[in-house]
């Protein structure tokens, strides 16, 4: 794709190496990283999480000011490059996968329908977060006495597995969602325990966004998921088919062909791999504004893990 002529001047690379957005923060800097939670994940995947989980907002706003301030400018400022202003962002891992089209701009779709966090797949890990979320609703409601999520944060809830997402940016660099973010930041949980940001997404998004501003994208197939290096076995994640995927089952068949499930991966019972059929309303009915036509339908997945877990102990919203 970068070598395709079109494509020229509209996608960019940037390094976040050496920059304020890619190193430890002053309160951490002289811990000893020996002493930290989960030791099987490096400093630099707890950068990843402090992205996108607290600067990625910080790093958009830098760009919205110098987009302004060239505006203020004038265009003789153009020759030196444009800074454009972002609105609204996604996130797709470079192990994610859209197996089917996508036929209209989510962007415009989260603007029209005045949505501010859009997600794909489910991944129950909630129960990671309520410490931390206890003791940051303790501080705030000694400087707001009354202050009230708009949904409780409560360990059954749905993690957004946010390995993709799209987002409002203005919601995320509101006051209060800063304040929280801010917190979280300096509480230093994100390097000591290696709190992920699928939760600090989650807790912001129910905390300070009414439920009609959440939206679960059910349209597309999607796929995200950990491998097992030895097998080649999902163990984490996995693919679930969108309901306007008209190939849904070649698309699963050709997705349990490549890691040989049947044969292989399902005789480990600890990877606890799950190929079945699911009802949209067992996943976020309340959030993914399902069109009349689809209220009724079942989508095919193969997950593992605790992503997309169905039943009785899990709030499907």
Known sequence: VFKDEKYKGMIRLINLNNTEFWKLPDWVADDDPSTWLMQEFSIGYRHMIRWFAILIWRYFYHLREAHQQQQQDGPSTTAKGCQPAYRYILRLDEDSFLHSPIQYSLFDYMKDNGHVYGFRQCAYEMEDIMTLWSNYESELRRILPNFKPYREIAPELCGFY??????????????????????????????????????????????????????????????????????????????????????????????VNQHNITAKCQKRKSFRIRVENVSVNDLSPSLSHLPANRKNSFLLQVASGKVDLIGEDFHSQ
């Open 162 to 255: 946010n390995n993709f997402f799209v987002a409002d940016t203005n919601f995320f660099l509101s006051e209060a969602v800063q304040h929280f973010l801010n917190w979280v930041d300096h509480d230093g949980a994100i390097y000591r325990n290696r709190t992920g940001d699928l939760l600090i997404h989650t807790a912001a998004v129910f905390a300070f966004a009414n439920q009609s501003q959440i939206h679960r994208f059910l349209d597309f197939s999607y796929e995200h998921v950990t491998l097992k290096t030895l097998w080649r076995c999902p163990i984490y994640g996995g693919l679930q088919t969108g309901y306007d995927d008209a190939n849904a089952h070649e698309t699963i068949e050709r997705f």
